[in-house]
C-alpha cells in the first residue's frame, strides 16, 4: 500500500508497508471511532480530498482490513466497516493517540487548529446525561474564524442523538458558546477547563443556566483529555 517496499521479512515492515502511507493511520481512528459512510469518514479527515480518501479505502478493502458493503437503511448507499483484522487494530491506534497526547507539547498541537474536525469530534464524544431532557440547541461562534468556520450548531435529542450543523437549524437556541478556536481546541483536548476560561473572560456562554453550568460534563472531552502529559 505504502509507495515502494522496505523488501524485508519483519513483521514490523510488512505492517508498515500497510499501514504507514499517508492518511492511514488517520483514517483508521475515524473507522475505528464508528464512522461507516463516506461523507462522515470525509468530516473525521476534513484536508484529506475524495479521491485520495476513496484510494484508501480501496487499499484498506484490498488488505482485508475493511469490507465494502450495501448500507441496510438505504441500498444505493455504500459502508465501509472493520473487519476482524480492522478491529485490532484499535489499540495500536490508541496507543498512537496516547503517545502523542503524552510526549508532544501542547502548543505544538494547538498550531494546527481546524473548526471542522473539531466540531465533528466534539459531536461523537458529546455526553447528554447531564442535560436536560429535552431537546437542546448549542450554537458555537468563533469570532476570528472566516465566515464559512465561524458558526456551528450542536442538535441534541435525547432520543436521536446529536447532530451537527454548519447551517442554521432554524430552531431557538438553548446556550451560545463564543471563544477563539483555539481555547476550545484546549479545553477539548483537557489542556484547559471551562471553568478557567469563564473566569478568565475567554470563554462566553449565554442561555440556558443549566446548559452553562454542566458544559464541562457533557462537553464529553477527547478520549485522550485525561492522559497524563509528560510533555512540557
Not at 437542546?136 to 469570532?143: A, K, N
Not at 484546549?186 to 440556558?208: F, K, Q, Y
Not at 483529555?225 to 509528560?230: E, I, M, N, S, T
Request: charged fraction near 25%.
Amino acid at each position: 500500500m505504502a509507495q515502494g517496499s522496505y523488501r524485508q521479512f519483519c513483521p514490523v515492515a510488512m505492517a508498515a508497508e500497510v499501514l504507514c502511507s499517508r492518511w492511514t493511520i488517520v483514517l483508521l481512528r475515524e473507522l475505528i471511532a464508528g464512522s461507516t459512510r463516506f461523507n462522515d469518514l470525509r468530516r473525521g479527515v476534513p484536508r484529506m480530498s475524495p479521491a485520495l480518501l476513496s484510494q484508501r479505502l480501496k487499499d484498506l478493502e484490498a488488505a482485508g482490513i475493511l469490507r465494502r458493503t450495501s448500507s441496510r437503511t438505504e441500498p444505493m448507499a455504500a459502508e465501509y466497516r472493520l473487519t476482524e483484522a480492522g478491529r485490532e487494530l484499535g489499540p495500536i491506534v490508541e496507543a498512537f493517540g496516547v503517545w502523542g497526547q503524552r510526549r508532544i507539547d501542547a502548543e505544538v498541537s494547538l498550531q494546527h487548529l481546524d473548526a471542522q474536525l473539531l466540531m465533528w469530534d466534539m459531536r461523537r464524544q458529546l455526553n447528554t446525561t447531564p442535560m436536560p431532557r429535552k431537546r437542546s440547541l448549542i450554537q458555537f461562534v468563533y469570532p476570528e474564524r472566516p465566515a464559512s468556520e465561524r458558526h456551528w450548531w450542536l442538535d441534541v435529542d435525547p432520543e436521536a442523538g446529536v447532530d451537527l450543523c454548519s447551517v442554521d437549524p432554524g430552531f431557538d437556541v438553548d446556550l451560545y458558546v463564543s471563544c477563539d478556536l483555539r481555547t476550545m481546541t484546549a479545553i477539548w483536548m483537557g489542556h484547559d477547563t471551562v471553568r478557567a476560561a469563564v473566569a478568565e473572560g475567554r470563554l462566553h456562554l449565554t442561555g440556558s443556566p443549566a446548559l452553562a453550568s454542566a458544559m464541562q460534563a457533557w462537553l464529553g472531552l477527547s478520549p485522550f483529555a485525561k492522559v497524563h502529559r509528560l510533555a512540557s
